[in-house]
């Protein structure tokens, strides 16, 4: 059973460049969020995706995007990139987490690390 | 901001010893969580408590939570050199179905 899959796990751009990680969820689950880990710190919420929809989303600017295929994969977007920009991106998936009245256990994917230069 | 903030920041301790890491939140929540995170990869889920519970254990892992005080403690026993890594609290505000991670322990356990 494979679990959360992530690409690519690492990747370069310069400033102002646009990029795309890719996330396939483990098997059976169909709630993906992004997460942004910049070095020393915490995971940042990005946003969270169900049925092809953007649910929640966190503090993060109209410059990351993203979406859900019906196979549950998903995608995140980022344009404009800024030097800040650099991090780990991760990708968590859960079993339905609004048929349920709390957030659950999150499987983790290893992650894209992004540098920009 | 952070839902989380974990303290301490980075604790180093001898093969054999507890190993024992705080986590305060802000807002009511629905359950807790704690995840390890070696060094650049993902994260691991390693127990939830529910904000009913008190008190809940895992093998070595024994985690606390008091909701009056807005804080849980993980405590590992008898560490090894295998459990270094980063150890994050992460909440899941009432309303909402995401989780919001601390900042973090470094937990360095010296063989």
């Known amino acids: 059973d494979a679990g959360v899959t992530q690409s690519p796990t690492h990747l370069i751009k310069t400033r102002g460049q646009q990029v795309t990680l890719r996330c396939s969820p483990k098997s059976g689950h169909d709630t993906v969020s992004w997460y942004q880990q910049a070095l020393g710190q915490g995971p940042q919420f990005i946003f969270q995706y169900y049925e092809e929809e953007e649910r929640q989303r966190g503090n993060f600017p109209d410059r990351f995007s993203g979406h859900q295929f019906p196979n549950y994969s998903s995608e995140l977007n980022v344009n404009a990139l800024l030097l800040g920009d650099s991090a780990l991106y991760l990708c968590?998936?859960?079993?339905?987490?609004?048929?349920?009245?709390?957030?659950?256990?999150?499987?983790f994917g290893e992650g894209s690390r992004l540098t920009v230069l | 901001s952070q839902q989380g903030e974990e303290d301490p920041q980075a604790l180093s301790i001898q093969e054999g010893e507890n190993a024992t890491m705080n986590c305060s939140y802000k807002?009511?929540?629905?359950?807790l969580q704690w995840y390890r995170q070696n060094s650049g990869r993902g994260l691991v889920h390693l127990i939830l408590i529910r904000s009913n519970e008190r008190e809940k254990h895992s093998g070595r892992l024994r985690v606390t939570l008091d909701t009056s005080k807005k804080s849980s403690s993980l405590l590992i026993t008898a560490s090894r050199a295998a459990d270094t890594a980063s150890y994050f609290c992460a909440t899941d505000k009432i309303g909402a179905n995401n989780l919001f991670f601390g900042t973090g322990t470094r937990l360095t356990v010296i063989p």
């Open positions: 968590a998936s859960s079993f339905s987490i609004y048929k349920r009245s709390r957030a659950g256990e999150l499987f």
């Open positions: 807002t009511s929540i629905n359950n």
